[in-house]
């Protein structure tokens, strides 16, 4: 079945070690998108890539990169995790032909020690 | 500023009951608006509503969109446990491809 996958599910990682999430899709969207989303809260929009054109979220901090090598994987790299970026992360995807829609990922909770 | 705003926050009914969640908007631009049922995981797309699809129905779920009011409804009937979870409504607007989130309606169905 065509499906966003994350990975790892759950991540732990130090106080200031970095750590990298993984999407992957087989959907074939051009679309991708990197959200964060705290408990009780909406998903925060970090970042999204149109086909390999990167496009940044003006309040998203500079601590938080992503690469994105082919159209079915992108990646979320974290350089020096705070106890505040312990949330949840979810990778979605879309594309034009499909509307607005956007298809979410299982998501990575992340947790800092 | 574009925003969405859902109500209520949160609710409580029982087995059986019918729901109703709302969600308006103030956006420029209006595209879609897109409903997403979120339980310990990531969202689950339900319905995207746009001005020539104003209502969509599967099963128990049915939403409309009423582009006069500027609102969308959820409706549930019928609820069962397997229905709680939360609620989410994100509008597009514009052509930056981004969505604009609610905070989300905290349903509870008790047995």
Redesign the interface.
């Known amino acids: 079945d065509a499906m966003v996958i994350q990975n790892p599910r759950y991540q732990v990682t130090q106080f200031g070690k970095p750590v990298t999430l993984s999407c992957s899709q087989t959907l074939n969207h051009n679309v991708m998108y990197w959200y964060q989303q705290k408990s009780s809260q909406a998903p925060k929009l970090l970042f999204h890539y149109y086909d390999k054109d990167f496009n940044n979220e003006a309040d998203t901090p500079d601590n938080f990169q992503s690469r994105r090598p082919n159209t079915s994987f992108c990646f979320l790299d974290i350089r020096s995790p705070g106890l505040g970026d312990a949330a949840m992360y979810l990778c979605a995807t879309s594309t034009l032909a499909s509307g607005e829609t956007q298809y979410f990922g299982p998501g990575t909770r992340l947790l800092v020690l | 500023e574009d925003k969405v705003v859902q109500s209520p926050l949160s609710l409580v009914v029982h087995e059986g009951d019918t729901v109703t969640l709302n969600c308006s908007y103030e956006v420029t631009n209006f595209?879609?608006l897109?409903w997403?049922k979120q339980e310990k995981?990531?969202?689950?797309?339900l319905f995207?509503l746009?001005s020539s699809g104003i209502e969509k129905k599967s099963g128990r779920l049915s939403s409309i969109l009423d582009k006069k009011e500027l609102s969308s409804i959820l409706n549930i009937t019928a609820t069962q446990t397997g229905d709680s979870a939360i609620y989410?409504c994100a509008v597009?607007a514009g052509n930056n491809?981004?969505?604009i989130?609610?905070?989300?309606t905290s349903l509870a169905v008790n047995p």
């Open positions: 595209r879609s897109l997403y995981k990531a969202p689950t797309f995207m746009t989410l597009n491809r981004k969505l989130w609610g905070l989300g």
